[in-house]
């Protein structure tokens, strides 16, 4: 199976609306330019949550794994890397080749020995037989030696490049070219960052533990913010100091976890689905009934552990006032069931036609025990009482309807 992790880390992120805020200035860059947010017209601003704010779900077309092949290649054409029905990367091109993982990290799932191509028509292709490498993935130190086989001596090296990206199913989603239902229209935070810097070496993403982070080519010049609501929402104080990556590269990392976002440290504890069937009926005189079906409604009662004050990382204040106000009775909620993968969750009853089990939208693994939900969060009230005397952890259950 794709991921093999009966307990995976999961994550909780509200939707963020920032209708309030269309073509407001977020920050400058100290070598470079101003950064707005869109002119957003009626009904536009609300984003899916922060991972759609500030990446969207897909990345530049330069720095995806077929931008890079095509920018690195030495010989042949055609190439391309993509996420097969089997939830497996594959390197194509037109010329015969093999892929050697020669780096101090494998994330694409080569392996340790070389692979050879297999011939398909008129297209080569090498199927890498590990699992890639769920969670946010940095290039740095990660090197595939791409060797010709036949009639030249070619050999070139992939991907070279120091950036990193919210997970690996976005190396695929070109951002100029994915037009499937994850794109909804509104240009994220690394994009307008990207357009304004005329640079693609920039990345912004949540990382593992729900902090926000940005890496860029320091070049390219530190934040500055103008906008401290934005700034706070992401959990920005304005007094980080950027880390060096790579040589040339700066990371951001915010002070705090981004509003709106909850990463337990431990996965969830219990989940169950609960059904609605909504409808209007009568029973007629002479026996039976007449029913108006409206609809069945699928509610995820989810129970989890929050971090306090003697754990891992300290969430209850977080949970209280940065996570909870952005997720009233009603708001829109999308359960991360195995964190670091941010494709929809897929029924293997939905497997049909032209859908595969896995493509860069949707992951079917374990009939959508994993992947993303998309609901609305019920629960109104929460008690959030220590089980024993050691401010530890609080059990936690919520109700989070399907969409």
Known sequence: MPLNNPAPQFGLLSAYDLRDFSAEQVFTRSGGSAVS????????????????????????????????????????????????????????SNT???????????????????????????????????????????FTGVSYRVDEVGGGAGSFVFPQQDTSIQDLSLYTRDRSTVSDADAFGLDSLEKLDQTEQSSDLINWYINDDGYA???????????????????????????????????????????????????????????????????????????????NYIGTYITSVIQFDLDALLDLSDDYRHFTNRWL??????????????????????????????????????TSEDNALYGRVRGSLITSEFDLIYPSRLKRRVPVAIEVEHL
């Open 325 to 362: 106000p952005y997720a009233s009775s009603g708001e829109r909620v999308n359960v991360y069931q195995s964190w670091g993968d941010s494709r929809r969750a897929l029924m293997t009853a939905q497997v049909l036609g032209g859908q595969a089990a896995y493509d860069t939208l949707n």
């Open 37 to 92: 947010l869109p002119t957003f017209t009626t009904g536009q601003g609300v984003y899916e949550d922060a991972l759609f704010f500030l990446n969207g779900r897909t990345t530049d077309t330069d720095v995806t794994g077929t931008g890079r092949l095509g920018t690195v290649k030495l010989f042949g054409a055609s190439w391309a890397l993509s996420l097969n029905s089997a939830d497996k990367f594959v390197f194509s």
């Open 213 to 291: 982070e940005c890496l860029y080519l320091t070049s390219l010049g530190h934040i500055s913010w103008t906008n401290t609501t934005i700034r706070d929402l992401l959990g920005f104080s304005g007094n980080e100091t950027p880390a060096t990556h790579a040589t040339s590269y700066s990371r951001l990392t915010s002070a705090f976890k981004a509003s709106g976002v909850l990463i337990p440290s431990r996965p969830i504890q219990a989940h169950h689905l609960r059904v609605a069937n909504q409808s209007q009926s009568r029973r007629k005189i002479g026996g039976g009934y007449a029913s």
């Open 96 to 138: 015969d080749f093999t892929v050697t993982s020669t780096g101090s990290s494998d994330p694409l799932g080569v392996g340790s020995g070389t692979l050879t191509a297999t011939l398909d028509g008129s297209t080569y292709s090498v199927v890498c037989p590990n699992d890639w490498t769920r969670g946010v993935t940095s």
